[in-house]
Each structure stands twice: as C-alpha cells, then as structure tokens.
C-alpha cells in the first residue's frame, strides 16, 4: 500500500518525514501522546505554515485508520530522504560505519552502510578479486538507490575509495552526489574532472593524511592503486575536489564522532569543512634528547658489564675431554 | 447535511477529481453525519490513496467547504462532544457522552471536517 506516488515535492516528502518520527516518539511514549502531537503541530505551524500542519493532523488519522503509520510512511521517507552509503577497508568488518550511524541518520540521511566482509590483503593484489569486488559494489548500489530519484553519497575508507572509482570509470550507469574519501589509495592523477563534468559526483573531500603508510605502500602491490590518502589529487576538477590534509593522520585516523559531526556530515549537507590549521613543528627538546640518549647508553654499558661478569662466572669454553689414546 | 458539490473544485484540480467524487459520494450516502471523519473515510475508500485523500480534504477546507476542528476519542472508542479549534486547547479531562471525566493525555486526537458556520 502506498501513501504517496514517487515524485512528490520535497516539502511534502519532509512533512512525511515528520509524521515519521511524530508516530516514533507516540510509540516510545503513549503516556504522553496529546503533548507530543501538540509539540509536533506547534513547530509545524512555525516553521511550514497551518496548511501543513492541518495536512498533518489529517494524514496521521488516515494513516492511524489503516495502520500505515510505520510501514507506509517509512516507504517513502525512506524514498525521499538523502541516502548515504558507506564502504570500509581490508582486513576489517569496519566498526566506524557503525559509530557513524547514529550520527548520520540524526542528520537526516538514510544510512546504509555496505560490508563486503572480510577482504584479506593478499585479495588485494590478485586483479581478478579486486575485479569481482567492484561488480559487488555496482550491484549494491544498485540495489540501495532502487527507490530513490537522486544519486546517493558515499563515504569509502581505503580499500573502498579503490571501488569507488574504478566502478565509476567502468560502470557509466553509476552516480554519486557527495563523495568523501579517506585514507584512499586511488592513484593521485585519477581523472576527477571527468566525472565530475559528465554528472557522475557533484563534490569530492578526500580526507588525508601525512603520516598514512599504506596509501603510500598500495602502488607497490596494486598496479592501479595509488597514494592519494598521502599526498592528496593532482586533479582537483575547477575546485570540485575538497583536500582536507592532516598531517599527522595515519590510515585509519579518521573515524572519531567530531569528524563525523563537523567535518563529514556537514560535506554531506552542501558545506565544506574549514581548512586545517598548519601548525608548525615544535623545535627539537635537547634536554629530553639528553636523557634519553643518556639512558640508553647507560643501559648499553650495563648490558657490556653484564654480560663480561657472566662470562667470568661461567667460562663460555666447556671442559675439554681429553682422550689419550696411546699407538697401538 | 454535509456539502458534496464539488464540482468546481474537481475542474480545479483534476488529480484530486477522484479522490472529490469519492467523497462526495460518501457524504451522499451519509446523510445524518454531522462531521466528516477522516478515519472513517479512510477505510471506507480503500481505492484513493491516502495522500490523495489527505490533500483532497485539505482542499476541501481551504475552499470553504469545511472548517478543519479537533475531537478526542473517548475511552469507549467514540468521539467526545467537545470540539476545539486548535489540538493545543485540548484539556487534560474532558467529559465522555456519560459525562464521566477521562484523561486526555493518552486519546487519540481527531481532524475532523465540520460545517462552516
């Protein structure tokens, strides 16, 4: 049963979208119904207008009657709302995808994050496994945006950010709105511009980080691969693709909530992240250096003495048996 | 009886034509009702689909035909006398048809159409 066809304005859409989650809080708290429909109807009146609010309080009895509130609404917000598709890396089931969700639904998105299950490195090198994962991919995404009208977004970590592009040089069919890689080993001259002018990403943040070892180490075992998680894109399609450098990131950096909250989430919603603040590199403590060294030649010199005492204890030379064996 | 001309509306608006002549038919053949239910009408139109429905009765009061009231569902499962312009005027008690106060907090609260004055 539908509640709407596909195609409806998106003021409508969002208004479905509030019924949504004015029926989720009924469900958490009957106790307090009148006062939630209440709260719900006085912000619709402030921020739509008594037409929607009206259309609302009419809706909700309809869908009451037909007990449609979940399931049918949730069709359709589902349809409406912005989708946001995540990817992780080898050699990991990715629990990031699930700290963002929270987060990301909260925004406003729907969520789905992909699992390709556990992809070992040596898979990674093999072109044939690299090959049959990207086909996986076009089949994912074409499931997830099977009920959707506009091109979802992606957020891809490592091993991902290698799909994401090779599916879309191969598969022309593919479009994504926001793409936000991080820790990427595509390789740093991939032709953003082109996609980009032909429709196929409307904005790209690549999140990266100085101290990323395996961005710079997927060259040498993938021929297609490349440091880009290190050194960002040669490419930046007329400003297209946002750079985040953070020098001190390594691989897997990137995934903490405030990250999420200001900097991905944001790019999702249409606003890119303010550049990171350059902070210089503190001069080197000689005193610190002092000691250390200090320590570890002290600790050099009484492994010398050490080892000389105990081999004046034990002699390191076994008795030698001595056989005397006379001419016959 | 309830309005059910709504010819002009229908040339108005022709996606909601038949979601209108459905409607009006209903009414026809509820001559007694003194309020349009949208629960009610919502079952018993299966065929018009609930946004459809939904828009068409908004149309309705924005036109004129109706004005758009509140009333509560008693714990019986009927609706309460009371009727309210606004769901935040609401009281937290209100009387059922035996004048026997219930809690209003967990009623269901209903849109209903009812006869401009």
Redesign the interface.
């Known amino acids: ?5 596909q195609g ?1 304005p998106q003021a ?1 859409a969002e208004l479905l979208s509030d019924l949504r989650d004015l029926t989720i809080a009924i469900q958490k708290d ?6 939630i ?2 709260g719900w ?2 912000k619709t009146l402030k921020e739509k207008g008594a ?1 929607k609010a ?2 609302g ?10 007990e ?1 509130r979940t399931q ?1 609404v949730e069709i359709h917000v589902v349809a409406e709302r912005p989708l946001v598709i995540s990817l992780h890396g080898i050699r990991t089931r990715a629990e990031w995808q699930k700290e963002l969700s929270a987060s990301i639904t909260a925004a406003g998105f729907v969520y789905h994050p992909l699992d390709y299950g556990f992809f070992r490195a040596i898979q990674l090198v093999i072109p044939s496994m690299r090959e049959a994962k990207t086909k996986w991919f076009l089949d994912e995404w074409t499931a997830a945006t099977k009920s959707v009208r506009n091109p979802p977004s992606i957020i891809a970590h490592s091993m991902g950010t290698y799909l994401v592009p090779r599916a879309l040089e191969k598969y022309d069919e593919l479009r994504f709105d926001r793409v936000i890689l991080c820790g990427s080993i595509v390789n740093v001259d991939y032709p953003w511009s082109a996609i980009v002018s032909a429709d196929r990403a409307t904005r790209i943040l690549n999140d990266y980080g100085g101290r990323d070892f395996w961005a710079k180490a997927a060259e040498w075992v993938v021929n297609d691969a490349g440091p880009s998680g290190a050194k960002g894109f040669k490419d930046n399609a007329g400003g297209s693709v946002v750079k985040r450098y953070r020098p001190k990131f390594r691989h897997s950096d990137f995934f903490y909530q405030a990250n999420y909250e200001k900097t991905w989430i944001p790019f999702l919603q249409g606003t890119d992240p303010p550049e990171v603040l350059a902070v210089a590199g503190r001069p080197i403590n000689w005193k610190f250096q002092a000691v250390l060294w200090a320590i570890i030649l002290a600790f050099v010199l009484a492994s010398f003495f050490a080892i000389r005492h105990v081999r004046r204890i034990w002699p390191h030379d076994s008795p030698r048996v001595t056989l005397n064996v006379s001419n016959a | 009886m309830l309005p059910t001309n709504f010819a002009t509306l229908t040339a108005e608006r022709p996606d909601l034509a038949p979601a209108l002549d459905e409607v009006a038919e209903w009414i026809r053949n509820h001559p007694s009702w003194e309020v349009l239910d949208p629960r009610e009408l919502s079952k018993s139109l299966r065929d018009i689909d609930t946004w459809h429905l939904a828009l068409a009765l908004r149309l309705l009061v924005e036109k004129g035909f109706f004005r758009q009231v509140y009333k509560v569902v008693t714990p019986s499962g009927v609706l309460a006398d009371d009727i309210f312009d606004d769901p935040r005027l609401i009281p937290d008690r209100l009387p059922d048809r035996w004048n026997q106060y219930f809690d209003t907090s967990e009623a269901d609260v209903v849109a209903v159409l009812a006869v401009r004055e």
């Open positions: 049963m539908s509640v709407a066809g409806l409508d009957p106790g307090r119904k009148r006062l429909i209440n109807y006085e037409g009206e259309l309080m009419l809706l909700l009895n309809i869908l009451n009657a037909r449609e049918g």
